[in-house]
């Protein structure tokens, strides 16, 4: 559902933006971004943080596009967004035991921490690189070919990110998982065996 509502705001910038250009389409996001929380708020009494950042965000570049009439500065807001998560993702390989993608979804999938590892650091590499390419568009090519690259270009490569990791925590979580059935079952023989008769 969350996700769903953040691209129902990404579709809402796309639109408005066809409708009435870039101010309107700002004005547009920054309201979908506080109703998103809003809604949040008032269903689960709790906003997860990644949703306050970004709130902060949106607020801080759309409102300087409003104000100073540039939109430059909600250009450059996919990009730090994306670097602040870069951020988190890698101070998590410093601080705690467990990197920040183990930590949102190993109770849902075991598997050894150098394969999170891993996972987590595509993720900084990843993001990185998705906010590097957010600037280039926007200073490449025109305000038009930037809104359909947010929408279609950055969305499409982040579902296709998305289904690369899903593939590999199936090969590997399945592996762990096998191997564990495997040790359980040696370990239940060995007990059978150990008996005392």
Known sequence: MRFALELLAIVVFFVVYKL???YSATAALIIMVLLNVFYHWFKHRHVPSMMWITLILVMLFGGATLIFHDPLFIKWKPSILQWV????????????????????LD???????????????????????SGALNLYVAYTFSEEIWVSFKLFGLMGLTILFLIGQAFYMSRHGSEVRVEERKEGMIEAEETVENRPE
């Open 20 to 22: 009435d250009g870039i």
């Open 85 to 104: 998560l870069a951020s988190g993702f890698l101070a998590s390989h410093l601080i705690g035991k467990r990197v920040l993608v183990a930590r949102m």
């Open 107 to 129: 109770n849902q999938i075991s598997m050894p921490s150098l394969h999170w590892r891993r996972l987590n650091a595509a993720w900084v590499l990843f993001l990185l690189f």
